[in-house]
Nanobody, 124 residues
Framework: QVQLVESGGGLVQAGGSLRLSCAAS????????MGWFRQAPGKEREFVAA????????YYVDSVKGRFIISRDNAANMLYLHMKSLKPEDTAVYHC?????????????????WGQGTQVTVSS
């Protein structure tokens, strides 16, 4: 069983920065692709970023490219999302997720485990 716990969210002004963390338990973390998704009120869940387990290749939704960086520390079972130049439209609950069996990295349906989420609010 895998458990994911996010932290690091909060209230920040536009242009500010935050670092989200995701602590993972379970033996599959180091061999699993990981992703960050977000969901704003009244909107569907949106893919934000993903990172593979083998080479650490990263993928981003266009709206965060150049502003967000996803990283992982396999030894510590940690996943991170470094966010800068935040915009009000980045306001959402951010969830980390683990993909145990492969699939499309941008498709939430291919992820098997999810955290409860952490709220990020960006004020204008």
């Amino acid at each position: 069983q895998v458990q994911l716990v996010e932290s690091g969210g909060g209230l920040v002004q536009a242009g500010g920065s935050l670092r989200l963390s995701c602590a993972a338990s379970g033996r599959t973390f180091s061999r699993s692709a990981m992703g960050w998704f977000r969901q704003a009120p009244g909107k569907e869940r949106e893919f934000v970023a993903a990172i593979t387990w083998s080479r650490g290749t990263t993928y981003y939704v266009d709206s965060v490219k150049g502003r967000f960086i996803i990283s992982r520390d396999n030894a510590a079972n940690m996943l991170y999302l470094h966010m800068k130049s935040l915009k009000p439209e980045d306001t959402a609950v951010y969830h980390c997720a683990l993909q145990a069996r492969g699939g499309s990295l941008s498709d939430g349906e291919s992820y098997n485990y999810w955290g409860q989420g952490t709220q990020v609010t960006v004020s204008s």
